[in-house]
């Protein structure tokens, strides 16, 4: 090296030390004198290193003297920006003001939980669970659907339903996912005081609660409930000692057939259009129908258009929105009104329709999405094809339902009467007996279509002026052709006025 750089560094490394241990003023970096450009003059090295020397020792002075001062008076001041580092890595992340949001603060979002119902399925409804955003995990997703279930907000129960699983004011949980294996999620619950239901009808309910929410998980169709560190569970006098499935719980005396049935019609006449419609809890509580009306310009003696109606359970894999249970209809000979499509229904039983057509233009399809496998039944009428799924668990029997009046109801001396039935002969008979038990009236009825696919049915039963006010039985029924005893009986407690 020369003695001409050595002179160089030399007086460098003395300028900058004495500039570092000047006083630093608040002078704007853009009206400092080390903003100016420099020329370099040629063969001068001492002439840009010095200056160098000195900015750099400047640039330390000023970060020093504004990191001990700090922002004033609350006031928000804006980042500074920061030049990469030699090395490459990036700089530290600025801390978020006091009160802001960060992305690992919980924030509510909407789930779908379960809620009773007096004597009738639950029904579904959505409301806000804490938490971040899901993980993925079924185990996590359950036990996020739970607790939800159990802080529901008074306002977000659907009207006519209960919340069994309402905490009391303080109360608190401790839900866990222990294991999954297939299709069953076994969960352990611990809450404070114990289960917040009490006796035997809050006490089913809150069991229906809790089999739904944990099955609303796809791939999930039983669920092990059990007390914190128990092998079984107690709500009140309820013990839970087994796997529950939906079907388990609902309420109903039986599942829904998964036995197709045919119609007999027409495939070879005259293409003709059809209209749908639906009702949810219309016809009758926890009733979802399905109604396909025929082309109303069909000359009197035409036959209807050959359909079928079969049910599979749901592949969750692929269809994780689609409810448990598929119900497909199958239409030959004919288009929808409407055209293809998915019209989202969501309520309980009833998640959505989906229209389509199948290879070549036949069949049409409609295929329904449910929550469970209720009792569902056929009723041909002179318009169309009625699919009636559920109802009144107290009012079914069989491929029979009641519709009205329904159970526990306060009637007139007229009653009216409704529902669907499959009877030899499309005969439909009724009776009522008074509180003792002695029958005080009788009627029948013919329904729209006999056998399968059975048809829908109205009457009327007038009941004596000498039956005193009360409670009263009314017995839907048909007589059987073999020997004409009573068949598929449906008892309906009534109370007259």
Same mark, same amino acid.
């Given at each position: 090296m020369s003695d001409e750089r050595r002179d160089d560094e030399a007086v460098g490394q003395a300028l900058g030390r004495a500039v570092g241990s000047q006083t630093v003023r608040e002078t704007p970096y853009a009206a400092s004198r080390l903003a100016h450009r420099i020329d370099r003059p040629a063969g001068r090295g001492w002439t840009y290193a010095l200056p160098m020397a000195a900015a750099l020792a400047l640039f330390v002075a000023m970060g020093a003297f504004f990191a001990t001062r700090g922002p004033q008076g609350g006031v928000a001041t804006p980042n500074a920006s920061v030049a990469p580092s030699a090395s490459g890595t990036a700089p530290a992340a600025t801390a978020p003001? %006091?009160?802001?949001?960060?992305?690992? !603060?919980?924030?509510?979002?909407?789930?779908?939980? =379960?809620?009773?119902? *007096?004597?009738?399925?639950p029904v579904a409804g959505v409301v806000s669970a804490a938490g971040g955003p899901s993980t993925?995990?079924?185990? &996590?997703?359950? $036990?996020t659907r739970l607790s939800a279930l159990f802080n529901a907000r008074a306002s977000e129960v659907p009207p006519g339903a209960i919340n069994a699983a309402a905490l009391p004011s303080g109360g608190?949980?401790?839900?866990?996912?222990?294991?999954? &294996?297939?299709?069953? %999620?076994?969960?352990?619950?611990?809450? @404070? $005081?114990?289960?917040?239901?009490?006796?035997?009808?809050?006490?089913?309910?809150?069991? !229906?609660q809790l089999v739904y929410t944990i099955t609303e998980e796809p791939g999930i169709r039983r669920a092990m409930i059990k007390d914190q560190g128990k092998q079984t569970a107690t709500i009140d006098q309820l013990v839970? &000692?087994?796997?529950?499935?939906?079907?388990?719980?609902?309420?109903? %005396?039986s599942v829904g057939s998964r036995d197709p049935v045919r119609g007999f019609g027409d495939r070879a006449g005259t293409k003709r259009t059809v209209t749908t419609s639906y009702s949810v809890d219309t016809v009758a509580p926890g009733l979802a129908r399905f109604e396909i009306a025929f082309d109303p310009r069909r000359l009197p003696n035409e036959l209807h258009p050959?359909? &079928?109606?079969?049910?599979? /359970?749901?592949?969750e894999t692929f269809d994780p929105a689609g409810g448990k249970w598929k119900l497909t209809i199958q239409l030959y000979n004919v288009t *929808? /009104?409407?055209?293809?499509?998915?019209?989202?229904?969501?309520?309980?039983?009833?998640?959505?329709?989906? @229209?389509? =057509?199948?290879?070549?233009?036949?069949?049409?399809? =409609?295929?329904?999405?449910? *929550? *469970?496998?209720?009792?569902?039944?056929?009723?041909?009428?002179?318009?169309?094809?009625v699919i009636d799924? $559920?109802?009144?668990?107290?009012?079914?029997?069989?491929?029979?339902?009641?519709?009205?009046?329904?159970?526990?109801?306060?009637?007139?001396?007229?009653?009216?009467?409704?529902?669907?039935?499959?009877?030899?002969?499309?005969?439909?008979?009724?009776?009522?007996?008074?509180?003792?038990?002695?029958?005080?009236?009788?009627?029948?009825?013919?329904?729209?279509?006999?056998?399968?696919?059975?048809?829908?049915?109205?009457g009327s039963i007038q009941v004596p002026a000498s039956v005193p006010?009360?409670?009263?039985?009314?017995?839907?029924?048909?007589?059987?052709?073999?020997d004409g005893s009573d068949l598929a009986v449906i008892a309906v407690p009534l109370t007259l006025r």
């Open positions: 003001a %006091a009160g802001t949001a960060t992305p690992s !603060q919980a924030t509510p979002r909407p789930v779908l939980v =379960y809620f009773g119902r *007096d004597g009738l399925p993925g995990r079924p185990e &996590d997703s359950i $036990g608190t949980t401790s839900i866990s996912v222990n294991r999954i &294996d297939g299709d069953l %999620a076994t969960v352990e619950i611990g809450i @404070t $005081g114990g289960w917040p239901a009490r006796g035997a009808t809050q006490s089913q309910a809150l069991l !229906q839970i &000692d087994k796997p529950l499935s939906r079907e388990d719980v609902f309420g109903y %005396a050959d359909w &079928d109606v079969s049910v599979t /359970a749901n592949p *929808d /009104a409407k055209g293809v499509g998915e019209e989202t229904v969501g309520r309980t039983p009833l998640r959505s329709i989906k @229209t389509n =057509y199948g290879v070549g233009g036949t069949p049409l399809v =409609y295929v329904l999405a449910l *929550d *469970d496998l209720r009792p569902w039944r056929t009723a041909l009428t002179p318009t169309g094809l799924i $559920g109802g009144h668990p107290q009012s079914i029997s069989g491929r029979n339902a009641v519709h009205s009046p329904q159970p526990n109801e306060t009637v007139g001396r007229t009653i009216q009467l409704t529902g669907v039935a499959s009877a030899f002969e499309a005969n439909v008979q009724f009776r009522v007996r008074d509180a003792q038990g002695r029958i005080v009236a009788s009627g029948f009825t013919t329904a729209t279509n006999c056998c399968e696919p059975g048809g829908t049915f109205t006010a009360g409670r009263i039985t009314l017995e839907v029924f048909q007589g059987s052709p073999r």
